[in-house]
């Protein structure tokens, strides 16, 4: 209940944080994607995941509220990054289904200048179980105005390749699960494998994230993965930390 009612006041008293985490592209070691992730510095209980705030944002109905904070905050960085460098947004269930997020998104960019063509947003399948849904449309237009749709924590949950039947993808997240182990399992091996050709067949980028050792690199290479993700590049950064690094992309 403590979380509750701060909820409700965290982004008034400026209390949320967002950091970056960058996606490097595997063939040029370059910066190519920044994904926001938010961060709740509570004032008695310290810093509380989304794992733990998102589910009750949404429950409580200040989940449109925070996301029009982070879009308007991450678009805002990111119009200060080079060209070649996409910003990534989570986006939850409920704000896709709300119908604000388009005008939510178009003034973010008209606001900062960012070129649509260079956010993306991440939703998991759950987004998808209902065919042919409202949200679908609403996503189909944000896309056709340039943005670009990702598939994150693929492999997990309802997965079901149904959904990269009837709709057009940009790019898919391989769950990072199956990259835990994929040293010593044939069976992780196999899948990444198998997912990155389907990817590449249906003409999307495929991103491994949960990189944390230098063999996990090499298999994520191997298996023909475009971009990879994790705490072995980069954690989580700050805005300015960010910022610095993708002006010295080299
Ligand atoms: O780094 P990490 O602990 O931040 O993220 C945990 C989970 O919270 C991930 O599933 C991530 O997608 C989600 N998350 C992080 N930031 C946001 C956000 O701004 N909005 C939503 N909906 N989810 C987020
Ligand atoms: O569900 P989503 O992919 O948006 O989740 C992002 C989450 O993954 C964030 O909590 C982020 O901090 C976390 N994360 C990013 N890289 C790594 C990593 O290499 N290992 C682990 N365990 N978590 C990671
Ligand atoms: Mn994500
Ligand atoms: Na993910």
Redesign the pocket.
């Known amino acids: 209940h403590e979380i509750e009612t701060g909820l409700r006041r965290a982004v008034a008293n400026d209390e949320l944080v967002l950091k970056f985490?960058p996606i490097f592209e595997v063939k040029s070691g370059r910066i190519v994607i920044c994904?926001a992730?938010l961060r709740w510095n509570h004032p008695t209980l310290g810093q509380i995941?989304p794992v733990e705030f998102i589910p009750l944002a949404e429950s409580t109905g200040t989940i449109e509220e925070i996301t029009h904070w982070t879009i308007d905050r991450a678009c805002e960085a990111a119009a200060h990054w080079p060209e070649d460098v996409r910003l990534a947004i989570?986006i939850s269930l409920a704000v896709l289904n709300s119908g604000a997020l388009p005008t939510a998104v178009i003034e973010a960019l008209v606001k900062t200048g960012l070129s649509a063509r260079r956010l993306e947003l991440?939703m998991t399948e759950s987004v998808f179980l209902d065919d042919d849904s409202h949200t679908q449309h609403m996503l189909k237009a944000l896309q056709q105005i340039g943005l670009r749709m990702v598939l994150?924590?693929f492999g997990t949950g309802y997965s079901s390749l149904s959904y990269l039947r009837s709709y057009r993808f940009d790019s898919i997240?391989i769950d990072?699960s199956f990259m835990t182990g994929i040293a010593t399992s044939r069976e992780d091996q196999a899948i990444v494998r198998a997912v990155t050709l389907m990817a590449e067949a249906l003409d999307m980028e495929i991103v491994a994230?949960?990189?944390?050792t230098h063999e996990q690199l090499d298999y994520a290479r191997d298996a023909g993965i475009h971009n990879v993700?994790?705490?072995?590049m980069s954690?989580?950064q700050s805005v300015a930390v960010m910022t610095d690094m993708v002006l010295r992309n080299v």
Do not use: A, Y
Not at 209 to 212: A, C, L, N, R, S
């Open positions: 985490q994904e992730l995941s989570n991440e994150d924590d997240k990072r994230e949960g990189i944390e993700q994790g705490f072995l954690e989580p």
